[in-house]
């Protein structure tokens, strides 16, 4: 029964000194996963939803959030491993704790997107796609937000911020590294 | 549900609704520049003032200047106003009585708006997405009515075909055809697709049609599910799409609870419900036998076709799959008729079409215009034109089209026109371009997108987009020769003819039609003459020219 493995999962490995640590307040979070299953009656086409459910929980999708709905959906591992690799929403690494996100569909890549994305890989230190050593930024780019109007745009911790300068970019990351 | 009880849920709201009603946008670009403040202190100042009992706030959707949000306009006298910020936002309510607004205020005349032509947009920022009433005041769900009691399935077909409506999402296949072939097939079970996958960058139309007007596309399901026989729809909406995802939901809830999705609709034998899929960040999931797979639960790998889908589709059953604005058309057709629809736009492409128009340009925003207008009354009149510069070219298609430059702007817009210059239609993105912009930059660009979006499948499409990037790569860098510049070309035609889905095919436009408009920025970047480096560049263009 998948159940066992819930008790157990979050239990599996020792908590690794930092608070945040995914395995904290495991068993909530679990229930999660198995609501979104049941409600879907454990069908293998509600895989993706589920796996999005599991990521809003924990942050990212680890092994044994991937084994444990794997099982649940009584899917092989490969497939469940498949579609989270194929989708670029889904991240299998952490996050830091806080992410920001350029824009560089077209609009915001003629209007500039390009030179926020550069200053603030100057800034950070880190390449587009990874995280500081410090686990504090995420620095990640989408190919379009949708939100052209307002070109460039910038997601800062899910808020979505329009006309973004370079400085102003630099300006809002420097406030969370010193918050 | 009947007809007198709909036209009652519509008498009773008008009878609810204010003289005055000051539309506030609420759509993503607005939100993102604080227009949920500016609505909730233009609120407290109607209940400060003790206005409530003749003007209403209303949050409403997209008005469609996004590049000057928030926007706030005063119906019934169209006043409006742009950029308002949470400080300004009380004064336009103190303009109602004798006070004076201090937000700029905005023409409404200006040919930005007077040249459009709204029917899928008729509704945007004029009524409130979240209230499933305020749509039903607008004529909403006479059409489902219309198509339920006065035509048979055959009958809706026939009008859709006699409109000549084309499928909106970028191939242009005529949707009558498209529905008449779902509803002759077999079986007792089909489904219906609306195609949220609204992946082109620069493009928002999709986005803004659902978040502005969720019921109108959940009425064009349900009658293009009649039609061909389909008691299940599905819409499957990107995952960057928060709030029409949020909208969808809750318009979804509202119409079953009124009777208007579910069991016996409109106390007719006919059953429709619609369940939301969410996507997860893949550009090739627009691709219809991908979009597919995606809803089963699966990679989103496209499949070869034939069977095309409207033979074997999802769970192997008969599927139509329509874009958004495609079946955004539908109500208003089936309400005003074919012949009406067909009157409007050119010989082969009829109705209007939305363009977002963005880039490097002065009035960016969303446009519902009439097929067959020109790309300069666009970008020239409406769009007021590049702010400090000339327009250099525009971009149509996304990654799947061309840039059409300056010279060819009197090109008429339509499906067939667009195709001939070597771009093409695609969901409607727009992007202007200036002097500033280097297209081998700009081609380099949407080929790094392909190649990042590229599911993995066939190999045309997996390897030589890569080659392509590389070989883009090099020129930008100044390192390339004439031999690599002549294999890029005719790499371009390989992947365009040997990949497997529309994403590969569709791939190397971008390149190609920069190369046929912009050589000369190719020929620019080549590296300098072999007397300067010692290397022998003419030879190696010699020999490339001559092997085959």
């Known amino acids: ?179 | 549900m009947d007809w007198a009880e709909l036209l009652e849920i519509a008498e009773t709201e008008k009878h609810r609704q204010r003289g005055i009603r000051v539309h506030c946008c609420t759509s993503t670009g607005c939100r993102a520049a604080n227009s949920l403040d500016v609505m909730r202190n233009m609120q407290n100042a109607v209940e400060d003032a003790n206005l409530g009992d003749r003007v209403e706030v209303v949050g409403v959707g997209c008005m469609g200047f996004c590049g000057r949000g928030p926007l706030v306009q005063v119906d019934p006298e169209e006043l409006l106003y742009e950029e308002v910020t949470p400080e300004t936002a009380s004064s336009i309510i103190d303009a109602l009585h004798g006070g004076e607004a201090t937000p700029i205020q905005g023409d409404v005349h200006h040919p930005f708006f007077s040249r459009q032509m709204k029917i899928v947009r008729q509704h945007s920022g004029k009524l409130d997405p979240e209230r499933i009433e305020d749509y039903i005041a607008a004529g909403g769900y006479q059409g489902l009515y219309k198509a339920l009691y006065d035509l048979t399935p055959a009958d809706v077909v026939d009008e859709i075909t006699r409109s000549g409506l084309r499928g909106r999402g970028g191939g242009g296949y005529p949707t009558g055809l498209k529905w008449a072939t779902v509803g002759k097939m077999p079986g007792d079970q089909k489904y219906v697709i609306c195609n949220g996958d609204e992946g082109d960058p620069g493009a928002f139309m999709d986005r803004s049609v659902l978040e502005s007007d969720p019921h109108l596309i959940l009425e064009g399901m349900a009658i293009a599910g009649y039609a061909i026989g389909a008691n299940h729809g599905y819409i499957y909406v990107r995952a960057e799409y928060p709030l029409a995802i949020q909208r969808l939901q809750k318009a979804i809830q509202q119409a079953k609870k009124y009777g208007l999705l579910g069991s016996q609709i409109f106390d007719s034998a006919f059953d429709f419900k619609i369940d939301i899929r969410i996507g997860a960040g893949a550009f090739v999931c627009g691709e219809e036998t991908a979009l597919i797979h995606s809803i089963e639960g699966a990679r989103g790998n496209p499949r070869p076709r034939p069977p095309y889908p409207a033979e074997s589709g999802l769970w192997h059953c008969p599927t139509l799959i329509n874009n958004v604005e495609t079946l955004a058309n539908i109500s208003a057709i089936i309400k005003g008729g074919a012949d009406w629809y067909a009157g409007i736009g050119t010989e082969t492409s009829k109705g209007t079409k939305i363009f977002a128009l963005t880039g490097k340009i002065r009035n960016n925003g969303l446009i519902e215009v009439p097929m067959g207008i020109t790309l300069r009354e666009i970008v020239e009149e409406m769009g007021g034109g590049v702010p400090d510069g000339m327009v250099k070219a525009v971009q149509t298609g996304g990654p799947s089209g061309g840039c059409i430059p300056a010279t060819l702007l009197d090109t008429p817009v339509d499906y067939d026109s667009l195709m001939k210059v070597g771009s093409m239609m695609g969901s409607g993105g727009m992007v202007v371009m200036d002097h500033e912009t280097s297209m081998v930059e700009v081609a380099r660009f949407y080929m790094e997108f392909c190649r990042g979006e590229t599911c993995g499948k066939c190999v045309p499409c997996r390897t030589g987009t890569v080659q392509l990037y590389s070989l883009l790569n090099k020129l930008v860098n100044r390192q390339a020769t004439q031999a690599d510049l002549d294999t890029m070309e005719a790499l371009c035609y390989m992947v365009k003819e040997t990949s497997l889905c529309g994403l590969g095919m569709t791939a190397p436009n971008p390149v190609l039609s920069t190369l046929r408009y912009f050589k000369e920025e190719y020929d620019a970047l080549l590296q300098t003459p072999a007397y300067l480096n010692g290397h022998s560049v003419q030879s190696d263009a010699i020999a490339s020219s001559v092997s085959p």
Not at chain 1, 80 to 102: E, Q, R
Not at chain 1, 138 to 144: N, P
Request: hydrophobic share 40%; net charge positive; with cysteine.
């Open chain 1, 1 to 179: 029964m998948p159940s066992t493995s819930v008790q157990s999962a979050p239990n599996a490995k020792p908590v690794q000194g930092t608070s945040k640590s995914p395995k904290a307040e495991g068993d909530r979070r679990f229930k999660k996963i198995d609501i979104t299953m049941k409600r879907n009656q454990y069908r293998s086409d509600a895989l993706i939803e589920v796996l999005h459910v599991a990521q809003e929980a924990f942050g990212y999708l680890e092994e044994d959030t991937l084994t444990y709905i794997a099982r649940g959906l009584k899917l092989p591992l490969s497939r469940v491993y498949g579609v989270a690799t194929f989708y670029h929403l889904f991240s299998l690494k952490p996050n830091g704790a806080h992410t920001c996100v350029v824009c560089m569909g077209t609009a915001c890549y003629v209007k500039g997107g390009g030179k926020v994305v550069a200053a603030l890989e100057k800034e950070l230190g880190i390449e587009v796609g990874s995280t500081t050593e410090d686990d504090q930024v995420s620095l990640m780019a989408a190919r379009c937000l949708g939100a052209c109007g307002i070109a460039p745009a910038v997601v800062f911790d899910g808020s979505i911020a329009g006309k973004v300068e370079p400085e102003a970019a630099i300006a809002k990351i420097r406030a969370w590294q010193s918050s």
